[in-house]
């Protein structure tokens, strides 16, 4: 082990998404291109023999990957590389592999199809996601939990009710990515600079059945959608348009996490902690929150992942520039990578989440009472109290029991007080039953229902086939 290791490869990532971006996917993908190009051309009219495109079937694998890199050391061209190296397994086809096209058309349309498999990968995973913060949020919608604005305690919601704001969230994510993937555009047939000159001269000028020949190999790699223009590549807004829907997932990620540490640091809900897994090498109670942590950590790398394609699109010259290559080969392949650990570790951590009711329960009781004043003073009024009167007596109520809480550390005592001052007129039974939670979650729980019935019910019974992943996590 002398040699760096890329730990999205080794330590994250799912074995689909390493293999949408690995060499074999890639080349073999060219080759197949290349196939689809001789059997549309020789459809329309070419040249092309039936043996030969028999012969490049029949190489699509295995690839000589030694002989492809001493042929790209030879030549500083990989698309050229392998034309030769195909060329060597298929002699009778040599004379027609990559005829009229340029290296983008291997290269890029090559790319766009990884896009698009990468793109349904991660689909998969996040409507797992959505199966389970709704499964959640279903569970817990009725568990009053304290409300946090600015991180301090406010008005009760429900447990699950939070979770809808997370879900909210991941569906403002899908719609996105299904859009992406719905308009996602194929390059196609386009030439060097993007006029088609090269098979405008192999059709002897026919414009239409160059367009035919554009279409038709665009629709067997499976896009509807197709670039009617472009220069020399397609274009590379199209990179910076799939690292942002990247983007965003591992923003919801990320405040996710975020709410669970926090939750878990009040020992609230907790992510899964195994058997035998250990918190700290040093402080052997500790129950560390490490996938969630995991997940901000990835997350903060797809962030900064999506400026790189940005910057790209908007510094190519004219028709193509070649400072795309590298960046590309980087940015686009691990924010992928990245976001499919992601969505890996969240579907682990909803698999096996832990919620502990008497602690969320504990934490109410000690805010309740101060949540409850308005309530006891609009009840004494009713009973015939000054309103004013009341509020002062309440406020001076609440200013001691503050204190025996953040001063002396004891108990929030501030129904106890109001209970024994004789100038609140409000039964002591009504009053305690006035402090049940329930009755200050407002409408938490019809919210959450109507939500999960009105928009997620609905996409999780359009994507049921793709419900159910592997979620053990590699370390």
């Not at 992601?342 to 009781?365: A, C, F, R, S």
């Amino acid at each position: 082990m002398n040699k760096y290791q890329n730990p999205l490869e080794s330590r994250y990532c799912s074995d689909e998404m390493l293999y949408n971006f690995s060499p074999e996917k890639k080349f073999t993908t060219w080759r197949k291109l290349w196939i689809a190009l001789a059997e549309i051309e020789k459809e329309l009219g070419l040249e092309i023999t039936d043996e030969q495109i028999k012969e490049l079937k029949d190489n699509i694998s295995p690839i000589d990957f030694a002989k492809a890199n001493e042929y790209e050391k030879k030549f500083r061209h990989d698309v050229m590389a392998h034309v030769h190296t195909y060329g060597d397994v298929a002699p009778k086809a040599r004379p027609i592999i990559h005829l009229g096209a340029t290296s983008a058309f291997v290269g890029d349309n090559t790319d766009l199809i990884q896009i698009k498999d990468g793109l349904e990968l991660v689909k998969k995973k996040l409507v797992n996601v959505i199966k389970g913060l709704h499964d959640f949020a279903l569970k817990y919608k009725d568990l009053p939990t304290l409300g946090f604005t600015h991180y301090q305690p406010a008005q009760l919601t429900t447990v699950g009710k939070r979770a809808t704001l997370w879900l909210q969230s991941v569906l403002l994510d899908l719609e996105e990515l299904d859009f992406r993937i719905e308009t996602l555009r194929f390059r196609g047939v386009k030439g060097t600079t993007g006029t088609a000159a090269s098979f405008k001269e192999l059709f002897d000028g026919d414009f239409n059945k160059v367009k035919e020949l554009d279409r038709k190999l665009s629709e067997r790699f499976g896009f509807t959608h197709v670039f009617k223009v472009s220069g020399q590549t397609y274009d590379r807004k199209i990179d910076a348009q799939a690292l942002n829907v990247l983007s965003n997932i591992a923003q919801s990620a990320h405040k996710f996490t975020n709410d669970l540490r926090l939750l878990q640091n009040l020992k609230e809900i907790e992510e899964p902690f195994e058997k035998n897994q250990i918190g700290s090498s040093a402080m052997a109670y500790k129950r560390n929150p490490m996938r969630s942590e995991r997940i901000a950590s990835l997350a903060k790398f797809v962030l900064s992942l999506a400026s790189s394609p940005a910057m790209v699109a908007s510094t190519q010259w004219f028709e193509r520039t070649l400072d795309d290559s590298a960046n590309k080969r980087l940015s686009l392949p691990q924010a992928f990578l990245a976001i499919d650990a992601i969505l890996i570790i969240w579907n682990n951590i909803l698999d096996g989440i832990v919620v502990y009711p008497k602690m969320i329960e504990k934490h109410i009781q000690e805010e309740l009472p101060f949540m409850a004043t308005e309530y006891i003073i609009m009840e004494g009024v009713k009973n015939g109290g000054d309103r004013q009167e009341l509020h002062e007596i309440i406020r001076t109520h609440s200013m001691e029991a503050g204190k025996q809480v953040k001063i002396e550390g004891k108990n929030n005592d501030l129904i106890e007080r109001i209970i024994a001052d004789s100038r609140v007129n409000i039964d002591k039974d009504k009053l305690l039953n006035l402090l049940n939670p329930s009755n200050f979650i407002g409408f938490a729980p019809e919210q959450t229902e109507e939500f999960l019935d009105g928009e997620v019910n609905p996409i999780l019974n359009k994507y049921k086939d793709l419900l159910g992943i592997d979620t053990d996590l590699k370390v």
